[in-house]
T-cell receptor, first 112, second 114 residues
Framework: GDSVTQMEGPVTLSEEAFLTINCTYT??????LFWYVQYPGEGLQLLLK?????DKGSNKGFEATYRKETTSFHLEKGSVQVSDSAVYFC???????????FGKGTRLHILP | DTEVTQTPKHLVMGMTNKKSLKCEQH?????MYWYKQKAKKPPELMFV???????INESVPSRFSPECPNSSLLNLHLHALQPEDSALYLC?????????????FGPGTRLLVL
């Protein structure tokens, strides 16, 4: 079945560092790919998405490119802030049903 | 506006209580979802409603009973819960069920069962 694998962390970085959170997926057909962010004590917020190969999603300085050849959707940000501290979930939505398949989440800590 | 609202924000209940969680969206979305999220885990799908009809039940115990009174509202009725049901319950909605549709999540109800 469909699955998402992401680095679990926690990831600890200093402010203004470069961030990469790796995400790879397994799916049949042409899934849509998402990054969601969950701040402490809150629900999930959509960070960005891409619906077809080579699409780049971007938002709030974060970017991710849908790479079908490597089945990846890595999240990047050039300069992180303390306010980016949260849990980040990579997810896919496949062709078969309504399910979103989530990765296990990556906890990110940014130190001032 | 991509807002999904949920009430209450927090809920404490005993194992013999009956309570309900509420979810509301005014985006005209026709698909609505309930998820359960345990600490440090990703959300797990419980139910899907499409056009106010239950379309997916992920083998959820009958002590959880969903209801969709209209296209904007989704309820989750709780009865005789167990302590292991304590979790964050998230509601989500999407315009439709196509693969490219985004699910928008509410802030969740944090449930504690004593």
């Amino acid at each position: 079945g469909d699955s998402v694998t992401q680095m679990e962390g926690p990831v600890t970085l200093s402010e203004e560092a470069f961030l990469t959170i790796n995400c790879t997926y397994t799916a049949t057909g042409y899934p849509s790919l998402f990054w969601y962010v969950q701040y402490p004590g809150e629900g999930l917020q959509l960070l960005l998405k891409a619906t077809k190969a080579d699409d780049k999603g971007s938002n709030k300085g974060f970017e991710a490119t849908y790479r079908k050849e490597t089945t990846s959707f890595h999240l990047e940000k050039g300069s992180v802030q303390v306010s980016d501290s949260a849990v980040y979930f990579c997810a896919l939505r496949g062709n078969r049903d309504d399910k979103i398949i989530f990765g296990k989440g990556t906890r990110l800590h940014i130190l001032p | 506006d991509t807002e999904v609202t949920q009430t209450p924000k927090h809920l404490v209940m005993g194992m013999t209580n009956k309570k309900s969680l509420k979810c509301e969206q005014h985006m005209g979305h026709r698909a609505m979802y309930w998820y359960k999220q345990k600490a440090k885990k990703p959300p797990e799908l419980m139910f899907v409603y499409s056009y106010e009809k239950l379309s997916i039940n992920e083998s959820v115990p009958s002590r959880f009973s969903p209801e969709c009174p209209n296209s904007s509202l989704l309820n989750l009725h709780l009865h005789a819960l167990q302590p292991e049901d304590s979790a964050l319950y998230l509601c989500a909605s999407s315009h439709g069920r196509a693969v490219q549709e985004t699910q928008y999540f509410g802030p969740g109800t944090r449930l504690l069962v004593l």
